[in-house]
Structure formats: C-alpha cells, structure tokens
C-alpha cells in the first residue's frame, strides 16, 4: 500500500510538473527575440522607437499565446514582431544617414563660402 502511494505521489508530481513546464517557443519566436534585442542595440530612440515598441509589445502577445496554446496566433505575432524590429532598424539606419548627409552637405557648404571669400580677398 505505500508503494502505490509513492507511486501516486510521484506521478502526481510528475504531472504537475509536466502542466506547468513553459511551451517550448518557435522559432519564430526565437528570431522575434533576436530581432527585438538587434534593434534594442541601435539608436533607435530617434527614428524608430516606436516600431520598436510595436516589435516589443507583438513578442511579448506571442509568448502569451503560445502559453494558451494558441500556436497559430502564437506564429503571426512573432513574425509581426521580427518586421517591426526590421522596420525600427530600417528607420534608424535612414535617419542616421540622413542626418550624416546633411552634416557633410553643410560642412560643404560652409566650405565653398570659405573657398569664395578667399578668393575675392587674395591678390
């Protein structure tokens, strides 16, 4: 009689072990991560915080669906999550080089007004 329940016990255990155990995460959902943390290490405050935000709030909806069982849902959000970090990355690397241009447009600008004063004042 203690054996069975021993055995009872453990099984018990085993099982609620087994329902509380996470679901094992896609791979989209893995990429989601990687995208997320990719965008996270740019200056993406300036020119895409907001998709960032976005790609953050879709992984996070995917983890939860996923633990609902939900693994279709689970599977869109993901992906959803990994274009809005790709979005957030496109946005930054746009804004960066933009501001990059108009800097080197003004220095040469200002360099060409340099260029013309000092050809007016030279002998």
């Not at 679901?23 to 990687?34: A, D, I």
């Not at 983890?63 to 979005?87: F, H, K, P, T, W």
């Not at 447009?105 to 004063?117: F, V």
């Amino acid at each position: 009689m203690k054996i069975a329940i021993a055995n009872l016990a453990l099984l018990t255990g085993v099982l609620a072990a087994c329902a509380t155990a996470p679901t094992p995460h896609s791979r989209s959902y893995v990429e989601g991560q990687v995208a997320v943390s990719n965008a996270e290490n740019m200056p993406v405050n300036t020119y895409g915080n907001h998709e960032l935000t976005v790609a953050r709030q879709r992984l996070e909806a995917s983890r939860i669906a996923s633990q609902n069982g939900q693994a279709d849902l689970a599977e869109m959000l993901a992906i959803e999550s990994i274009v809005s970090s790709d979005l957030a990355i496109a946005k930054t690397k746009v804004g960066v080089t933009a501001a990059t241009n108009r800097q080197l447009q003004n220095q040469s600008n200002a360099m060409q007004q340099e260029m013309l004063r000092n050809k007016k004042v030279s002998p």
